[in-house]
């Protein structure tokens, strides 16, 4: 740039690397200085719109993208693009509507068939059996065709030591990767030996550092292809494979789809079914999926005691006494993100806040940083008749001053049809419990499996009626409310807190899954266990 100051090309180039670096900000600066110099230039209105959406402005984020595709129309990859921010701004068919026309153009566009799945199970009109053919869907699509009958060189030996690799696009500061931290940190060393496969692109943070100390192996995976990513793990002799992604961002389930390693696991993470011929276990729990659904899933269902008991229990801030005590003023709230909260969620809270006049809900995620998004949530309430003053919204901060926001709460309001899971999680370690209505798929079940393991069933609706009136009846007592605050940090941590415990019966199973695969008749046959 300083030999030709006019040149786009390497304004868009230094605004990639800023965007790979995190520097959004300074992203969206040499984007739009290329675009100042060429003003038809593609891929800077779409990766403008990229670096736009990771600040969450998401209104600007759309019009880039929308630009993009006024120049050239038929970019599959742009439209899922806008895909991604309508689902964040949570008007969903409209994202459907963009996966769908990325998949009309270039139907071979995997991370667009994924980007549908993980749309579909937000989506209250979409039920179990939908989701779960739509991912078989996926998998004929882009998966199967690169099933080969696999042939593995692994040493049968059913005691020895075992390689575990697993692969994620979160080893980082994430929500997903407090759910497996323990399993990649705290494993028997004498009996596994564990490589990560991390396919995230950034530098990583202090959690990326915990994991990569924990470890015997890290691979940074994310600029390999597919085809290399699986040539690694055999290289690497991999005997267990297990996904951390499922669907979402980051995943490389395409590296699954060559199957690199004898048997492939799914678990935790998004902790929901690949419906991948190549993938032979799937690891969750008999609330997300009850017995009777287990014929909905492509893999086998191996259940643990819960699919929550390895959650990374960090330093909490101090939890205080009920607020309602102090100030007298009920509040109720939500911190997930807003494409989880549908308008029957929306309702549903309206209804409560109209059943207690003197009651307030708080709502808080980065969302709520666009002045658009508050406008457009502000209008559910309005509408049904909620003062605009009873609804307070914030938005992102740093991760102690988030969770500090519990201590203004006094009970918490599961969205749905997509449930809470570790926003769900941290509200408990607050003291503050959550309402959460059981929904007929895996994504709207998270916070029943969490209240179902610490034994708080009581807490959970099984209609949207059921929903409202438990919302009222457990706000109508401030004594109980108050007595349960100060119990539940340590009911979470004595039910949930024993990562060691937990890692040990997964390794239990691993060990179950190598020895059946060592005494199966062909060494080329995957394991499936009924």
């Given at each position: 740039?300083?030999?030709?100051?006019?040149?786009?090309?390497?304004?868009?180039?230094?605004?990639?690397?800023?965007?790979?670096?995190?520097?959004?900000?300074?992203?969206?600066?040499?984007?739009?200085?290329?675009?100042?110099?060429?003003?038809?230039?593609?891929?800077?209105?779409?990766?403008?719109?990229?670096?736009?959406?990771?600040?969450?402005?998401?209104?600007?984020?759309?019009?880039?993208?929308?630009?993009?595709?006024?120049?050239?129309?038929?970019?599959?990859?742009?439209?899922?693009?806008?895909?991604?921010?309508?689902?964040?701004?949570?008007?969903?068919?409209?994202?459907?509507?963009?996966?769908?026309?990325?998949?009309?153009?270039?139907?071979?566009?995997?991370?667009?068939?994924?980007?549908?799945?993980?749309?579909?199970?937000?989506?209250?009109?979409?039920?179990?059996?939908?989701?779960?053919?739509?991912?078989?869907?996926?998998?004929?699509?882009?998966?199967?065709?690169?099933?080969?009958?696999?042939?593995?060189?692994n040493d049968r030996s059913p005691?020895?030591?075992?390689?575990?690799?697993?692969?994620?696009?979160?080893?980082?500061?994430?929500?997903?990767?407090?759910?497996?931290?323990?399993?990649?940190?705290?494993?028997?060393?004498?009996?596994?030996?564990?490589?990560?496969?991390?396919?995230?692109?950034?530098?990583?943070?202090?959690?990326?550092?915990?994991?990569?100390?924990?470890?015997?192996?890290?691979?940074?995976?994310?600029?390999?292809?597919?085809?290399?990513?699986?040539?690694?793990?055999?290289?690497?002799?991999?005997?267990?494979?297990?996904?951390?992604?499922?669907?979402?961002?980051?995943?490389?389930?395409?590296?699954?789809?060559?199957?690199?390693?004898?048997?492939?696991?799914?678990?935790?993470?998004?902790?929901?079914?690949?419906?991948?011929?190549?993938?032979?276990?799937?690891?969750?729990?008999?609330?997300?999926?009850?017995?009777?659904?287990?014929?909905?899933?492509?893999?086998?269902?191996?259940?643990?005691?819960?699919?929550?008991?390895?959650?990374?229990?960090?330093?909490?801030?101090?939890?205080?006494?009920?607020?309602?005590l102090a100030d007298g003023i009920?509040?109720?709230?939500?911190?997930?993100?807003?494409?989880?909260?549908?308008?029957?969620?929306?309702?549903?809270?309206?209804?409560?806040?109209?059943?207690?006049?003197?009651?307030?809900?708080?709502?808080?995620?980065?969302?709520?940083?666009?002045?658009?998004?508050?406008?457009?949530?502000?209008?559910?309430?309005?509408?049904?008749?909620?003062?605009?003053?009873?609804?307070?919204?914030?938005?992102?901060?740093?991760?102690?001053?988030?969770?500090?926001?519990?201590?203004?709460?006094?009970?918490?309001?599961?969205?749905?049809?997509?449930?809470?899971?570790?926003?769900?999680?941290?509200?408990?370690?607050?003291?503050?419990?959550?309402?959460?209505?059981?929904?007929?798929?895996?994504?709207?079940?998270?916070?029943?499996?969490?209240?179902?393991?610490?034994?708080?069933?009581?807490?959970?609706?099984?209609?949207?009626?059921?929903?409202?009136?438990?919302?009222?009846?457990?706000?109508s007592d401030l004594r109980s409310?108050?007595?349960?605050?100060?119990?539940?940090?340590?009911?979470?941590?004595?039910?949930?807190?024993?990562?060691?415990?937990?890692?040990?019966?997964?390794?239990?199973?691993?060990?179950?899954?190598?020895?059946?695969?060592?005494?199966?008749?062909?060494?080329?046959?995957?394991?499936?266990?009924?």
């Amino acid at each position: 740039m300083e030999i030709k100051p006019d040149l786009a090309e390497a304004q868009y180039n230094l605004g990639n690397i800023r965007k790979d670096l995190g520097q959004f900000h300074d992203a969206v600066e040499s984007y739009r200085r290329a675009l100042e110099i060429q003003p038809d230039f593609v891929e800077a209105h779409t990766n403008l719109g990229v670096a736009l959406q990771a600040l969450w402005q998401l209104d600007a984020a759309m019009a880039s993208y929308r630009r993009a595709l006024e120049i050239k129309p038929d970019l599959a990859e742009v439209h899922s693009n806008l895909g991604n921010a309508l689902h964040d701004f949570g008007r969903l068919a409209d994202a459907v509507a963009c996966y769908r026309r990325a998949l009309e153009i270039k139907p071979g566009l995997a991370e667009a068939h994924s980007n549908l799945i993980f749309c579909l199970d937000l989506m209250p009109s979409v039920g179990l059996a939908e989701v779960q053919a739509e991912r078989r869907k996926w998998d004929e699509a882009h998966a199967a065709p690169l099933w080969r009958e696999p042939v593995h060189a692994n040493d049968r030996s059913p005691a020895r030591r075992l390689r575990v690799g697993y692969v994620s696009g979160d080893l980082r500061e994430h929500s997903a990767s407090k759910t497996f931290v323990g399993i990649l940190t705290q494993y028997d060393r004498s009996q596994f030996e564990v490589f990560a496969y991390s396919n995230y692109r950034g530098k990583g943070d202090a959690f990326t550092e915990r994991f990569r100390q924990g470890v015997t192996v890290w691979r940074d995976i994310g600029h390999l292809s597919d085809e290399a990513v699986a040539k690694l793990i055999r290289e690497d002799r991999i005997d267990i494979l297990v996904d951390l992604s499922g669907h979402s961002a980051g995943n490389r389930l395409l590296v699954f789809a060559r199957k690199p390693a004898p048997i492939q696991i799914t678990g935790w993470g998004y902790g929901s079914s690949t419906g991948m011929r190549a993938m032979d276990v799937f690891f969750t729990d008999a609330v997300l999926v009850p017995p009777e659904d287990k014929r909905y899933f492509t893999e086998e269902v191996r259940y643990q005691s819960s699919a929550w008991a390895c959650y990374a229990i960090e330093p909490f801030p101090e939890a205080n006494a009920l607020p309602a005590l102090a100030d007298g003023i009920l509040t109720f709230g939500s911190f997930n993100r807003l494409a989880k909260v549908s308008e029957q969620a929306y309702g549903a809270w309206a209804e409560v806040l109209l059943a207690l006049p003197g009651s307030r809900l708080m709502l808080k995620t980065a969302e709520l940083d666009d002045g658009v998004n508050r406008e457009r949530v502000a209008g559910h309430f309005t509408r049904a008749g909620v003062a605009p003053e009873r609804v307070i919204m914030l938005g992102k901060t740093p991760w102690n001053e988030h969770v500090q926001a519990y201590n203004r709460i006094d009970l918490a309001l599961d969205p749905f049809p997509h449930g809470g899971g570790i926003t769900t999680l941290e509200g408990l370690m607050m003291g503050v419990p959550a309402i959460t209505l059981r929904w007929p798929t895996i994504a709207g079940r998270a916070s029943a499996s969490i209240v179902t393991a610490l034994g708080l069933t009581d807490w959970i609706a099984e209609t949207q009626e059921g929903y409202v009136a438990l919302a009222v009846r457990k706000a109508s007592d401030l004594r109980s409310l108050a007595a349960l605050r100060g119990q539940l940090r340590g009911i979470v941590t004595s039910v949930l807190g024993d990562q060691q415990a937990y890692v040990r019966s997964v390794e239990a199973e691993y060990r179950q899954l190598w020895q059946r695969w060592c005494a199966s008749p062909s060494p080329d046959r995957s394991v499936r266990i009924q």
